[in-house]
């Protein structure tokens, strides 16, 4: 949780990032109340793991970068 509330601090600030975490954890809690599983901490941590191999192919690049509202202007050389 540390270093989840560190990167959180740095983009946010101190406060916020409680409340990120706080907010993260009360959502844990409930969804493993209202399904009445025991809780399972690994589940969480999948989340936090950067892929090492972070590869993307160029059409999907291409939609990827259309669908936050640029536009792709071929190039002419």
Same mark, same amino acid.
């Given at each position: ?7 959180? *601090? ?8 409680? &409340? /990120?975490?706080?907010?993260? =954890? !009360? ?18 941590? *999948? ?8 590869? &993307? /192919?160029?059409?999907?690049? =291409? !939609? ?14």
């Amino acid at each position: 949780m540390k270093p989840l509330f560190e990167t959180q *601090k740095k983009r946010r600030g101190h406060k916020r990032a409680i &409340i /990120a975490i706080a907010r993260m =954890l !009360l959502t844990a809690i409930y969804n493993n109340l209202k399904k009445k599983e025991p809780y399972n901490p690994e589940l969480y941590k *999948k989340a936090d793991v950067i892929p090492v191999n972070r590869e &993307i /192919a160029v059409e999907q690049a =291409l !939609l990827l970068v259309k669908s936050q509202g640029f536009r792709v202007i071929p190039v002419t050389t």
